[in-house]
């Protein structure tokens, strides 16, 4: 009896023992699983974090935004996380096409990697600058290089490792837009006309898209290819003003190109995409004109009160007055008013989809 019940307690203890023992490592297991589970999960919302983050710049996937170069400490860490380096063996200057305020600009070919041979623009930064202006020069290239877009000009790279400092893009046969059209004055369709204009409202649609505000927008600062593809250029903020002949300084200190920019924009340097659909307005007007002058021999300052009284630009002789509509769409005073430039595209396909809407013109109303 004395036994049977040892040999109980013997199983009992091993049985207790045994489940204990289970319990044990069952609750170890559990423990450093879970650790490692926890370990894994942070490990990855870290990467998920420094994917996000790079160089100190809060990214989101899917959605590409615009890093402004100045937030670099060193600017040339900028150019290099967003241009190409180009070695200059590569390049065959052929001839200048125009003055820069940083050097010539000229034509040429660049050998691409697989050895054939693109036509080019080439910026050029003239020798004895100073840091700074190699600075502002390359601010260029550092925007530029951010974008892919058929309607905004391509960086093909930069050169600044040797002298002279250059950009390098692609080239535009047919120049800057308002020259181009003064040269062919009456000679497109509307539809051709609308064409350029629905290509300029998507490379803008793009840079908002990007939180990118162009600031100064006009007719200027598009570039045309043999196509007649329409491409928005000169970027580089504060810069493109110093830069741009047509920019006036405010009673602000601000320099600023009053025909082509919103009230608000002059008024306090309330720039934003909104101002960008200002600016469209205005190039609507100057490419539906064939490079006319907005506002004509106005005085900067005429052109200030007139828009604060209420007026704006009529529209251009045989414009439909539908695109004169949109111009004035554009130049709301209320900014929040004006339309988007996703709306702008959508509004100028359904014009391509049906030209009939194009053979109302603003003299057919008014007679
Ligand atoms: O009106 P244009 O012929 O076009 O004269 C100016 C000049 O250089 C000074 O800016 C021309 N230009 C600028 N960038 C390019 C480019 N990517 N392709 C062709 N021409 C260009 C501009």
Not at 11 to 17: D, E, F, K, Q, S
Not at 61 to 69: A, L, N, V
Not at 212 to 234: P, Q, T, W
Request: net charge neutral; hydrophobic share 40%; with cysteine.
């Amino acid at each position: 009896m004395a036994a049977e019940q040892g040999q109980i307690l013997v199983i009992a203890t091993a049985a207790v023992g045994g489940f204990t023992l289970l319990v044990i490592l069952t609750l170890f297991f559990l423990i450093t699983g879970r650790c490692q589970w926890y370990i894994k999960a942070k490990m990855k919302s870290e990467e998920k974090r420094r994917n996000h983050l790079q160089n100190g710049h809060l990214r989101f996937p899917g959605i590409k935004t615009y890093i402004d170069p100045d937030t670099y400490e060193d600017p040339s860490l900028a150019v290099h996380e967003f241009a190409k380096e180009i070695d200059p063996s590569r390049i065959r200057i052929e001839r200048v096409i125009g003055a820069g305020e940083f050097g010539e600009v000229c034509s040429g070919r660049l050998k691409t990697p697989g050895k054939r041979e693109i036509p080019v623009a080439i910026k050029t930064l003239k020798g004895g600058h100073m840091d700074r202006q190699r600075r502002d020069f390359l601010r260029e290239a550092s925007i530029m290089g951010q974008f892919d877009h058929p309607n905004i000009i391509r960086l093909e790279g930069v050169v600044t490792k040797s002298r002279p400092v250059m950009i390098v893009v692609e080239y535009m046969e047919n120049g800057s837009l308002d020259s181009f059209l003064r040269k062919h004055d009456g000679h497109f369709t509307v539809i051709q006309l609308v064409g350029m204009l629905r290509g300029i409202a998507s490379g803008m649609k793009y840079l908002s898209d990007m939180g990118y505000v162009h600031r100064d927008l006009a007719a200027r600062n598009i570039l045309v290819n043999s196509n007649l593809v329409c491409k928005v250029s000169d970027f580089g903020l504060s810069r493109v003003l110093e830069d741009d002949p047509e920019a006036a300084y405010t009673t602000t200190g601000g320099k600023i190109p009053i025909r082509w920019t919103a009230p608000e924009a002059i008024a306090y340097r309330k720039f934003s995409s909104a101002s960008d659909a200002w600016s469209y307005g205005i190039v609507m007007w100057e490419v539906m004109s064939y490079g006319e002058r907005p506002y004509w021999e106005m005085s900067n300052q005429d052109v200030i009160l007139s828009i604060e009284e209420g007026y704006r630009l009529p529209a251009p002789m045989g414009c439909p007055a539908s695109l004169h509509q949109l111009m004035l769409h554009c130049w709301q005073k209320e900014r929040n008013h004006r339309p988007k430039f996703t709306d702008i595209v959508s509004f100028l396909d359904k014009l391509i989809r049906n030209p009939s809407a194009l053979h109302t013109l603003v003299e057919d109303i008014l007679v």
